[in-house]
């Protein structure tokens, strides 16, 4: 199978998956779960969602496993756990969508921080290392470190999965917008600018940003981040908008047709890899889908 990078060498633009969480609450996952264990539990289930994705349109399907890291599973008392629930969450994906499209490790951040003295940066690499090595053994070819808003934190995953495996590696941070509406920014105070920069440096092939912003905040980040940076692909998966609370749960307002409209506006800022996060479905990723192949 070609490598992401060169497809995108080639001039194909790619599609992502959607989220994974609102799909697993809709199944019946309860808060306070954790959401790696349905790769034990209710395989089936995970296997579907990674379904629906490719046949929704995805070229790249992620993996159960943003939380799998043995510092966030240690919150359910499941850290010796971690391999087995990395390694099955691959296996999942990788069953679901055949050998044709490529399965997408998705590593998260530890929701730990290293400037509180909360972790250290050993700590966090051998934990990346375990998860990222676990998830190549159950069928991953590339990996997603995602929802990311420390550099540090995302040096120490780069170089885990670098040094330990041979997964295609795509980073994305998670940006805020200010008030103003003037300067994006992660919690952590990282800019798009040093961002890039720290990217590059790290040879980082594919990055961009997911997360925390709707579709219309995620196009000026983009094109902010393209008036600097014209080489490297970027990824971009927004949110369905901010989350409102319902009498039927929490709702995402964006419609599939929102993300379609946006797509021309993505591929003219340097978008190589485009799909949704937290509140997308199935529908977004066909939306996004139509719209690339009526353009290319
Ligand atoms: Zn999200």
Known sequence: MDRIKSKIQKGKILVGDGGWGTLLIKSGMKSGECPEMWNIEHPDVVSSIAAAYKEAGADLISTNSFGGNRIKLKAYGLENEAKRLNRQSAYLTRKAIGEQHH?????????????????????LYESFREQAIALEEGGADACIIETMVDLEETRCAVLAVKE?????????????????????????????????????????PVFGV??????????????????????????????????????????YPES????????????????????GCCGTFPEHIRAIRNEIDRIQ
Do not use: H, W
Not at 259 to 273: C, M, Q
């Open 103 to 123: 399965v997408l490790a998705s590593i998260g951040p530890s929701g730990k921080f290293i400037i509180m003295g909360d972790i250290s940066v050993d700590e």
């Open 210 to 251: 997911n997360c925390t912003l709707s579709v219309e905040d995620m196009s000026v980040l983009l094109e902010r981040m393209y008036l600097f940076e014209k080489e490297v692909p970027f990824l971009v998966y927004p949110n369905a908008g901010q989350p409102q609370l319902t009498d039927n749960g929490i709702l």
């Open 256 to 275: 599939p047709e929102v993300f379609a409209k946006y797509v021309p506006d993505f591929i003219r800022n340097g978008a190589k890899i485009i799909g």
């Open 164 to 204: 330990n495996t041979k997964l295609e590696m795509i980073v994305s941070l998670t940006f805020m917008r200010s008030n103003d509406g003037g300067r994006f920014n992660t919690i952590m105070g990282t800019t798009p600018e040093m961002f890039i920069n720290e990217m590059k440096q790290m040879n980082v």
